[in-house]
């Protein structure tokens, strides 16, 4: 998700910085996620490594997984963590690259690389070092990188895609990558630029899960596999962010992978996100299958009349098989009329759903039963009324979930 919910990058990174700088000064305050070692515990890390960890920077966790249960990070690596923040993921990091190896920690929020800077001189690491910069240009020459570590990071990030593409630029051949992050199963599609603390809250920014994994795969990642999946909202304290997580499906994924050789060209790229299934997948989660329904039964029903009248215009005269074509535009008819019944789930409204079965009816009606233009346009007309209500429905729903209200469905 690039900035599409009417934030702009400045608005996004000066509320992740305002989030984040909280979190690293006054951890023991009240947060939409949970912060801390109960956190970092509730997330499976190993008590042993959570006490080697100084509490001052423990404090400070705000991870929304475990990426080491992916395993990318190894001896004498030279790793980068993407998002450290307080620096937890970063030492434990330099622990398992040991002396041979390195760790730089990366962050935008210069409060949270202050804090670790500190924290590092103060505890006499020398293996681990500090860079604050945005994981959208990261400062590092390329393939001079052997794994990445990423905890809750990609989601608070406006380009998500140049973020990918900086990763795999920087990891040498075969170079690893873990990460944790939020995901969701279908995507935010109100406004939200009236309210930017929303995007610092994790699941306007996240991606929906199929979409997540085929970033990486688009940019060349290989060897994907799922770690773990877990209800990290379920822990959140805020019962607004437990309502808004589970109303579009939040949850959190451990994920490794290692880079390919090359980066696929643009075209095979362009290809594989013209994927006509990856392009249906979007329009469902989207709700607007309704749309594609309609669309197709007008196309269908009016541009084969068009067609055909244009061809008779230039001689050529096509025979239609009528109970094909008839059966063709009740098809999708029918089809619009059960994509507009879902929304009810997320609506409880059962208008849209009523007024799309009748619709349908009215154009079956008079493709099969007795034929009246009007009577058949007014059933187009019924359809296209209940797919734009449906998605109104779907909008505010939305919105009221967000806090935004209903003005801006």
């Not at 240009?137 to 052997?146: F, K, Q, T, Y």
């Not at 109100?190 to 306007?204: K, Q």
């Not at 877990?230 to 589970?246: G, I, K, M, N, W």
Request: charged fraction near 20%; hydrophobic fraction near 50%.
């Amino acid at each position: 998700m690039v900035a599409i919910l009417g934030y702009s990058r400045e608005q996004i990174f000066t509320a992740v910085k305002a989030m984040y700088t909280a979190v690293a000064s006054a951890p023991s305050a009240d947060f939409h996620f949970p912060v801390g070692r109960t956190a970092a515990e509730t997330l499976g890390y190993p008590r042993e490594r959570l006490d080697a960890l100084p509490r001052t920077q423990l404090d400070s966790f705000a991870g929304v997984g475990c990426p080491f249960n992916a395993g990318a990070v190894r001896p004498g690596d030279i790793t980068l963590d993407i998002g450290a923040g307080a620096g937890n993921d970063a030492v434990i990091a330099g622990e398992i690259v040991g002396p041979d190896g390195h760790v730089v920690a990366l962050d935008l929020t210069p409060a949270m690389a202050r804090k670790l800077h500190e924290t590092l001189a103060d505890a006499g690491i020398a293996n681990v070092s500090t860079l604050q910069a945005s994981a959208e240009r990261l400062p590092l020459a390329d393939g001079s990188i052997d794994s990445i570590t990423s905890n809750g990071v990609l989601n608070l990030v406006p380009d998500k895609r140049r973020a990918v593409a900086e990763m795999f630029r920087v990891l040498r051949p075969d170079g690893r990558l873990q990460i944790a992050d939020v995901v969701i199963d279908r995507p935010v599609s109100v406004d939200c630029h009236t309210d930017p603390r929303l995007w610092v809250e994790c699941v306007v920014g996240a991606t929906v899960e199929e979409d997540f994994l085929d970033m990486f795969r688009d940019a060349g990642f290989q060897d994907l596999r799922t770690v773990r999946t877990l209800d990290y909202f379920a822990h959140s304290p805020s019962a607004q962010t437990r309502e808004v997580a589970a109303s579009f499906g939040a949850r959190s994924v451990e994920v490794g992978m290692r880079r390919g050789a090359h980066a696929p060209g643009p075209l095979l790229q362009w290809l594989r996100r013209s994927d006509p299934r990856r392009i249906a997948a979007s329009i469902w989660r989207r709700g607007f299958l309704g749309v594609a329904g309609l669309g197709l039964a007008l196309l269908t029903c009016y541009g084969t009349l068009i067609g055909t009248g244009l061809l008779a215009m230039a001689g050529v005269r096509l025979a239609l098989n009528q109970n094909i074509w008839a059966g063709a535009i009740a098809l999708f008819a029918v089809l619009t009329a059960t994509a507009v019944a879902p929304g009810i789930r997320l609506h409880h409204h059962y208008g849209p759903t009523a007024l799309a079965t009748a619709g349908a009816a009215i154009v079956c009606f008079a493709l099969f039963v007795h034929y009246v233009f009007v009577v058949e346009l007014s059933g187009f007309a019924a359809l296209a009324a209940a797919v734009w209500w449906d998605i109104r429905l779907r909008r505010w729903a939305e919105a009221r979930v967000l806090g935004l209200g209903p003005t801006t469905s």
